[in-house]
């Protein structure tokens, strides 16, 4: 099984910054897209930015010019750069990665637990 460990959530007054990281372990050979989804109260889960393996970027309208996604393959970790944070941003963000296991020699999609970002002053 390959697991997502998230962190860098809090609480972040408006305008200002967060970072979250997030690192898969477990039996892996290769991972392809990783990417940043979040959850507001009520509402349904996002797409917020994605990631290839190859370093090609997705963004939501929504964080274009404010977030940064990047990823450091040799880590197996994906890294979300959030600026000029907005009330509208609060959320549980997840983690999402897929590709394929060493064993068993399968492919995976794997979720993340989800950290809370808070933006409020």
């Known amino acids: 099984q390959v697991q997502l460990v998230e962190s860098g959530g809090g609480l972040v007054q408006p305008g200002g910054s967060l970072r979250l990281s997030c690192a898969a372990s477990?039996?892996?050979?290769?991972?392809?897209?990783m990417g940043w989804y979040r959850q507001a109260p009520g509402k349904q889960r996002e797409l917020v930015a994605a990631?290839?393996?190859?370093?090609?970027?997705n963004y939501a309208d929504s964080v274009k010019g404010r977030f940064t996604i990047s990823r450091d393959n040799a880590k197996n970790t994906v890294y979300l750069q959030m600026n000029s944070l907005k009330p509208e941003d609060t959320a549980v963000y997840y983690c999402?990665?897929?590709?394929?296991?060493?064993?068993?020699?399968?492919?995976?999609?794997?979720w993340g637990q989800g950290t809370q970002v808070t933006v409020s002053s």
């Open positions: 999402n990665a897929d590709g394929s296991s060493r064993w068993p020699p399968i492919d995976f999609g794997s």
């Open positions: 477990g039996s892996i050979f290769s991972i392809n897209a």
């Open positions: 990631i290839t393996s190859g370093g090609s970027t």
